[in-house]
């Protein structure tokens, strides 16, 4: 990097350690931050615990049921009922006990039931798959939020510090020249140029401050930092120059977008998500033809009852038996569950493939514009070296008399304007970068 930029990084660095005392937040704190309390995570996580519990009933219902149940019961009214009238005449019965218990155990186990618990086990299974799937897409997409907004609110601190530094040189430069004005070596009508300089550059140093604050605020409400918390950015793995070889090599990489996109459908897990609720669909297709064939259940159990608490050998009763049901009108019912299960799969195939267009989409997109920026900034990279070159010898020339400060502040907003777009360039060119790995699905490792 130039002694310019060198320059101009370390009057950045203390201008952010002056406004924002305090340790400073790298990428991978605020992602942390991010998956930790972000409520997409949380509702991510809660249906991937709800599809885990929907696989463990459905492997429930391979298993028998068993059901113990108890009761008591007392008749109030004791004495009704006691007698009855037989040709005239009453006749009284003997006295009951108020009191009645009964107990039963029954277990039950389903034999056949035209497969429908493997279906449902499947559909269960399958629907488990995509909630993992969609979990890990919801942490892909969080982090590629953080990327971004942290990307912005860095590339919006440098160009504060930017701003700041030119602003301060155009102060030196019009205190310079009403300094020459007073020694009678340029004219006074020069003072309203410089001034009208010094205003603008004040201007945008004051929005270049006020986009600072817009981007911290959108980080801090991604991250779910603290109200009212300063955030102070710092990050070495993140740099706002990109060596030119590396340029060069991501064109050559660019090169091929065919392979981009086959690895983006195979590695993009909202594609997988997508899959397997198709496979869901399907298996839940297969439990709405189930429900046309019979069902044989097994049961078995024991019960008892009595006025009193006693007799459980004598009185006591177990039992086996099977149970055959075979379905033959059910009002359309199974009819309607096979239409809703082919709507279903329809609509989960449908959404696979808009899927799998609305990548390749991503993936093409994000890889143009990546080689646009690399292009560019080649070219700003550039333009910033002659600037640099153009403003050292405007410099020396001025030192020597030979130069007016209307010349020397054109170079200086020449060489301004060059590193703006240097800068602006190489954050929105990693800012890209990342865009175009969430389009292939390589953030897996991100953060960690």
Known sequence: MSRVLVLLALIGAATAQAQHPGAALRLRDCIRMALERH????????????AAADLTAAFGSY????????GYSRQLNVEGGRTINVGGQIIRLPAVDPNSYSMSLVGTYTLFDGFVREGVFQQRRAAVDAAEAGLEFTRQQLIAQVVQHYIEALKAEQMVAVRQRFYELAQQELERARAQVELGRIPPTLLPAQESELANREVALLQARQERDLARLRLALLIGAEPGQELRLADPEIADSIPEAELVALRQQLSTPELLVQKALTQRTDLAAAQRRLRAA????????GNQLPTIVASGGWSWANSALRDFSQLGRSFIGVQLSLPIFDNFRTHSQLENARLQ???AAAQVERLRQQIIAEVRTAALKLEALAAQLLAAQRALRAAETAFAAARERAQLGMLTPIERLTAEAQLLSAHTTAVQLAYEFQA????????????QDVGQ
């Open 63 to 70: 298993l028998p049921a068993i059901n113990f149940s108890a």
């Open 432 to 443: 890209t970068r990342m865009q175009l790995r969430f389009a292939l699905g390589e953030l």
């Open 345 to 347: 799969q329809v609509q």
């Open 39 to 50: 409520p997409d995570m949380a509702l991510a996580r809660a249906q991937l615990s709800a």
């Open 282 to 289: 399907e298996a839940l297709l297969s439990v709405a033809r």
